[in-house]
């Protein structure tokens, strides 16, 4: 009797960073939502500025043009350097989503507040990290 092997496609680079994508957006989305439901305020007042209402088009926004210009870094990346695209990239990420948290705390808001809008920002951070680079070989 013959082994059969059983190979499962994979998705291609353009589809799963499409999905990367998708997930960068609709992850935070979500976490913002629940937050909503659950009551918390996202007035946030920076030192100086207005209070403002974090609302869930800020939210779409931001994590769609972060994760537009991570992909854009990545490609620059595999471009110019592929050798050492994905480490490099990764490592960006992380520092990156690191210097995200400034901001969270920098500003006068709730603790909910405060850790929903954290909480988007890992989450970005964990879909596109998870997604955008090629799986290693």
């Given at each position: 009797?013959?082994?059969?092997?059983?190979?499962?496609?994979?998705?291609?680079?353009?589809?799963?960073?499409?999905?990367?994508?998708?997930?960068?957006?609709v992850?935070?989305?979500?976490?913002?939502?629940?937050?909503?439901?659950?009551?918390?305020?996202?007035?946030?007042?920076s030192?100086?500025?207005?209070?403002?209402?974090?609302?869930?088009?800020a939210?779409?926004?931001?994590a769609?043009?972060?994760?537009?210009?991570?992909?854009?870094?990545?490609?620059?990346?595999?471009?110019?350097?592929?050798?050492?695209?994905?480490?490099?990239?990764?490592?960006?990420a992380?520092?990156?989503?690191?210097?995200?948290?400034v901001?969270?705390?920098?500003?006068e808001?709730?603790?909910?507040?405060?850790?929903?809008?954290?909480?988007t920002?890992?989450?970005?951070?964990?879909a596109?990290?998870?997604?955008?680079?090629?799986?290693?070989?």
């Amino acid at each position: 009797m013959s082994a059969a092997t059983v190979t499962t496609p994979t998705p291609s680079p353009l589809r799963r960073r499409a999905l990367g994508i998708a997930a960068a957006v609709v992850a935070p989305l979500a976490i913002w939502a629940v937050g909503a439901l659950a009551g918390v305020d996202y007035t946030v007042e920076s030192p100086g500025q207005p209070a403002t209402l974090i609302g869930a088009g800020a939210i779409v926004m931001i994590a769609l043009g972060s994760a537009l210009l991570g992909w854009a870094t990545l490609a620059l990346l595999e471009r110019f350097a592929p050798r050492v695209a994905r480490p490099v990239w990764i490592s960006l990420a992380v520092v990156v989503t690191a210097l995200s948290f400034v901001p969270v705390f920098s500003v006068e808001a709730t603790g909910g507040a405060k850790l929903a809008l954290g909480a988007t920002h890992v989450a970005v951070a964990v879909a596109l990290i998870a997604l955008l680079p090629r799986p290693r070989r």
